[in-house]
């Protein structure tokens, strides 16, 4: 079987910049979605941030929350139609600080959906300030002297904030740097939405990416920088799977 765009992916043009790890975690969501659950209903919910265009590059429903409301028009989204897979896709902005709230609860009721984080580490589209995900010593131009902890506290760890909720049944933490981890993410999609349409409870991936943009990275020097500094920061992994034990 040769390489083709999966089925569910729209012919538009994707308006990332270059490099960036949006296109691939698209591509990844698509080859489960075409793999399978051809025949089920898709419905996403779009973030403000980066991915705020995602409806336009899928061929499924998508809803558009306001920022960081995601995780809660998710939860409306699948109490309504609860035979639907259903997913948020959001940055690290719009889940990890603004939605904060709307996330832990969400997981905390066990609300079975599945939600997406891509964590890049910035503020991206307003042109990269420091975020919650933001690592100790990193350079952003709200914090052009690196990240103090003593100053502006650690970067949040969102999964393992979660893994203790009892409403929460799936959660890994996964990465696009390389081939070996585009698979792992590929895997945790699958498993996430296996546990959703199984009605076990709440999911969620956190994927690592990169940003060259505001890195200021070339895209090849941005993914090496995930490996050689991230993830000192961020261990990567399955940290909860409830139908498996773990």
């Avoid at 040769?2 to 270059?18: I, N, V």
């Avoid at 709440?202 to 505001?214: A, D, G, M, Q, R």
Wanted: aromatic share 10%; with cysteine.
């Amino acid at each position: 079987m040769g390489f083709k765009r999966p089925e569910c992916l729209t012919k538009e043009s994707m308006h990332y910049c270059p490099g960036c790890g949006h296109g691939i975690i698209h591509r990844l969501i698509a080859e489960v979605i075409d793999e399978d659950y051809k025949e089920s209903k898709i419905i996403g919910v779009a973030p403000v941030g980066c991915a705020v265009f995602i409806y336009d590059y899928f061929n499924f429903d998508f809803v558009a929350a306001a920022h960081g409301r995601a995780t809660a028009a998710a939860t409306g989204v699948k109490r309504s139609i609860p035979d639907a897979l259903v997913f948020s896709y959001q940055g690290d902005g719009d889940i990890a600080a603004i939605g904060t709230s709307e996330v832990i609860h969400a997981a905390t009721r066990g609300e079975n959906f599945t939600a997406i984080f891509v964590n890049n580490g910035v503020y991206a589209m307003t042109g990269g300030q420091m975020a919650p995900t933001t690592i100790p010593g990193q350079v952003t131009v709200s914090s052009p002297y690196g990240r103090d902890p003593k100053v502006q506290g650690y970067h949040i760890k969102l999964c393992e904030m979660l893994v203790p909720l009892d409403g929460v049944a799936f959660v890994a933490r996964t990465s696009i740097h390389n081939l070996k981890n585009i698979e792992f993410t590929k895997k945790a999609i699958k498993r996430a939405f296996e546990v959703q349409m199984n009605n076990e409870g709440f999911s969620i991936i956190e994927v690592l990416s990169n940003c060259p943009t505001n890195w200021g990275l070339s895209p090849s020097e941005s993914m090496k920088r995930i490996e050689n500094e991230v993830l000192k920061y961020y261990s990567l992994g399955i940290f909860k799977d409830k139908g498996r034990g773990i």
